[in-house]
């Protein structure tokens, strides 16, 4: 049986809800609330309080965990006057697992400090295989006490699990995964598609380069699902171009040169201006399709 730990869950999108399920079949009492009840339904099912906005899910917790769609959506539920850090009681902890922006997340950081409460930035990566499994990679920024003290509930959802140091520097590592997957899916479409046009087996292709030097989390995953034409999200289009600004903006103000990650963005742009934003980040195949007339079919 878990521990006494009241734990609060703010988010159950694609993401959030095999997250907060895992915390709830571990045995911890749980509050959750998300804008859309529904998508709760299955986790109140299991045993969750519902909670009506966040401040009550933070008055009821010693731990909260978020995870939301937008930057906003961050600075709202966790600064506003009805936010997370002004309802947790002193000595709470506030644990924010959205792809966010550095900058915020020491933001919140320093104001909870003041307030005598503790926060970490623990963006995660795995998509929804990774969250429905328990095996999201999750990179913390913070207090290193603070994430011991918070790494058995990361154990609950992932299988590597890394202290990055400082407020922030959990969402600078996660724009380095960012970086790394837009330019690596590009990379694994038109492997794909000139495996197509060259007559090939998809599925012998990618069990061929897949575990060759080639192999990527990419290819593995989401190549097939893009043979089958399903493009369903484990990670939205909308949230990926999000991500990618975040990027854009930070390597601005380091003065980097990205070209593989600004091509990448206007390849998504695109996809988003065809009506693709809620769909995976591997519908980005949809528009090289578009870009050389050729649909991939097995």
Same mark, same amino acid.
């Given at each position: 049986m878990a521990t006494s730990k009241k734990i609060g869950w703010i988010g159950t999108g694609v993401m959030g809800n095999s997250m907060c399920r895992h915390i709830i *079949?571990?045995?911890? +009492?749980?509050?959750v609330y998300n804008r859309t009840k529904?998508?709760?339904?299955?986790?109140?099912?299991?045993?969750?309080?519902?909670? %009506?906005? +966040?401040? %009550?899910?933070?008055?009821?917790?010693?731990?909260?965990?978020?995870?939301?769609?937008?930057?906003?959506?961050?600075? *709202?539920?966790?600064?506003?006057?009805?936010?997370?850090?002004?309802?947790?009681?002193?000595?709470?902890?506030?644990?924010?697992?959205?792809?966010?922006?550095?900058?915020?997340?020491?933001?919140?950081?320093?104001?909870?400090?003041?307030?005598?409460?503790?926060?970490?930035?623990a963006p995660v990566s795995g998509g929804d295989v990774g969250a429905r499994e328990g095996k999201?990679?999750?990179?913390?920024?913070?207090?290193?006490?603070?994430?011991? %003290?918070?790494?058995?509930?990361?154990?609950?959802?992932?299988?590597?699990?890394?202290y990055m140091g400082e407020a922030g520097n959990g969402q600078h590592t996660k724009m380095a995964n960012q970086i790394h997957i837009a330019t690596t899916i590009i990379g694994a479409i038109e492997s794909l598609?000139?495996?197509?046009?060259?007559?090939?087996?998809? %599925?012998?292709?990618?069990?061929?380069?897949?575990?060759?030097?080639?192999?990527?989390?990419?290819?593995?995953?989401?190549g097939p699902r893009i043979i089958k034409r399903n493009f369903d999200p484990g990670f939205f289009i909308e949230h990926f171009i999000k991500d990618m600004g975040i990027a854009l903006d930070e390597a601005k103000r380091m003065n980097?040169?990205?070209?593989?990650?600004?091509?990448?963005?206007?390849?998504?742009?695109?996809?988003?201006?065809?009506?693709?934003?809620?769909?995976?980040?591997h519908a980005l195949t949809l528009v090289l399709e578009k870009l050389n007339n050729t649909v991939i079919k097995i």
């Open positions: *079949e571990a045995g911890y +009492p749980v509050t529904q998508k709760a339904d299955n986790l109140t099912k299991l045993g969750a309080e519902w909670a %009506e906005n +966040p401040a %009550e899910v933070a008055s009821k917790s010693d731990i909260v965990f978020t995870i939301v769609s937008m930057p906003y959506d961050v600075r *709202e539920v966790y600064l506003s006057d009805t936010g997370i850090i002004n309802s947790l009681h002193k000595g709470g902890i506030a644990v924010d697992m959205t792809t966010s922006s550095p900058n915020l997340a020491k933001e919140i950081y320093k104001y909870a400090k003041e307030r005598g409460i503790s926060t970490l930035d999201l990679s999750i990179m913390v920024g913070g207090n290193r006490g603070t994430f011991e %003290e918070v790494l058995p509930f990361f154990k609950l959802m992932g299988k590597n699990i890394t598609l000139y495996g197509y046009k060259a007559g090939l087996n998809l %599925e012998e292709m990618i069990r061929a380069i897949g575990s060759g030097a080639a192999g990527t989390w990419t290819i593995n995953n989401l980097l040169s990205l070209p593989g990650l600004a091509l990448a963005n206007q390849f998504y742009i695109s996809a988003k201006a065809m009506g693709l934003e809620k769909m995976g980040i």
